[in-house]
């Protein structure tokens, strides 16, 4: 099996910066090279929505609303995914939750691997 584990969330003010990390380990941690790992966001009666993907050759997709705001990186080395938000605003207010799958689609139920999700709250 494979464990995602998110940290980094918090309270910021509005125009601020939140750097969150997911941490891979497990059985399968050694094909974290070869997946798609991505973030994904959801706030209270909302839908789940994606964030940011990047795929196992480092190509990135981002949501319209958070382009040119949010990078998403990983560091294969050490199976960490990375969520550098900037310029942070009220509607980014949301559970975070980063997954892992075979290939990168905002359809969430595609993805095999999920963390338990940090909180974002922005005010």
């Known amino acids: 099996d494979v464990q995602l584990v998110e940290s980094g969330g918090g309270s910021v003010q509005a125009g601020g910066t939140l750097r969150l990390s997911c941490a891979a380990s497990?059985?399968?941690?050694?094909?974290?090279?070869?997946?798609?790992m991505a973030w994904f966001r959801q706030a209270p009666g909302k839908e789940r929505d994606g964030v940011a993907a990047i795929d196992n050759d480092g190509s990135t997709t981002y949501a319209d609303s958070v382009k040119g705001r949010f990078t998403i990186s990983k560091d294969n080395a050490k199976n960490t995914l990375y969520l550098q938000m900037n310029s942070l605003k009220p509607e980014d207010t949301a559970m975070y939750s980063c997954?892992?799958?075979?290939?990168?689609?905002?359809?969430?139920?595609?993805?095999?691997?999920w963390g338990q999700g940090t909180q974002v709250t922005v005010s």
């Open positions: 997954a892992a799958g075979q290939i990168c689609t905002w359809r969430w139920r595609e993805y095999a691997y």
């Open positions: 497990g059985q399968s941690y050694s094909r974290y090279d070869d997946w798609c």
